[in-house]
DNA sequence: TGACGGATGAGAATAATTCTCATCTAATAG
DNA sequence: CTATTAGATGAGAATTATTCTCATCCGTCA
């Protein structure tokens, strides 16, 4: 927590009651929740707090790197049809997909064995980065 | 669309002119698409089609195996205080996700360079499969 | 302490998805 | 080829997820 309140200060952020009781959730949580989830945790401490206001704060929190988002893929369903195994180079900025094909990703091996009860069925490899458009540099002058 | 004919027998769906015209479009796509691409897409063909047709198709295509989801992780943002490098396992029933440290998953090999353009920052690994509760057997008798 | 810029709570607005129901149509039997 | 009918469709309401607006409040810094 006091890690917490130096990023705060740090990016200009007061670092007011919410901000904390909502960070301090994320922080003891294991189950990766979503912002419903979170909003019920931080009720407990605040009865008073707004659902607006754990959304705000999730979003500035994100902006600010204090936490991270599970995947780059919340957000509307994407669909294909092509059901060959294959895997996905993903831009983290516009979230475009190309697709690459599995067997040009060697296969994967753990160290350690999954944790007891998990059934494995495949893993999934995302190449996360930019791509040729989010990854040219900015044309100088006017940017429009 | 002959293999798409076919399967819609197999699983016993009428083979509909707006199933025919939205499995081609997804067919034809390479951009992983959502269902507002896919409903303007389809309104070219079928100017009268709705977007509740759109949707309804999607979720029975998915159903029966036709088409597939690019992620298991569309719908409401999942967070995590956790910045430790780290992948996940992620039960595809339930969706709850268990951290795998990084250090557990040996480094991800290509046998061929990434389309020329992109600019790869990191590989996100998911071990896709049944989580403890999901994967256990049904219980004998009543279901409740 | 006092001033003030950014944060908050309440609730409206928008986006994403699902549901309801009257009508229509693909599949099949005659 | 027509009649039958189970299931599909279009229209739009309902629900869920997220963002926005604004009057008021509070954490920070002088
Ligand atoms: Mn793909
Ligand atoms: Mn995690
Ligand atoms: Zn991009
Ligand atoms: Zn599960």
């Given amino acids: 927590m006091q890690w917490f309140r130096d990023r705060c200060a740090e990016a200009g952020l007061p670092c007011t ?3 904390q ?6 922080l003891e949580a294991k189950d990766h929740p979503g912002p419903e989830m ?3 945790r931080v009720k407990r401490d605040i009865p008073s ?4 206001t754990v959304y705000r704060n999730i979003k500035t929190f994100l902006d ?3 936490i991270g988002e599970v995947s780059l ?3 509307p369903l994407r669909l294909e049809a092509n059901n060959t195994p294959h895997h ?3 831009c983290r900025v516009c979230r475009k997909m190309f697709d690459l094909p599995a067997e040009q990703v060697e296969s994967i091996h753990l160290r350690e064995a999954l944790p007891k009860g998990f059934h494995l069925e495949r893993f999934v490899v995302e190449a996360h980065g930019l791509c040729a458009g989010c990854a040219a540099p900015k044309r100088t002058g006017r940017t429009h």
């Fill in 49 to 52: 707090v707004s659902l607006g």
């Fill in 21 to 26: 009781v909502l960070y301090r959730a994320l």
């Fill in 73 to 75: 893929h919340h957000g």
């Fill in 38 to 40: 979170l909003y019920e």
């Fill in 88 to 90: 996905h180079l993903v």
């Fill in 17 to 19: 009651h919410q901000r």
């Fill in 64 to 66: 600010n790197g204090l």
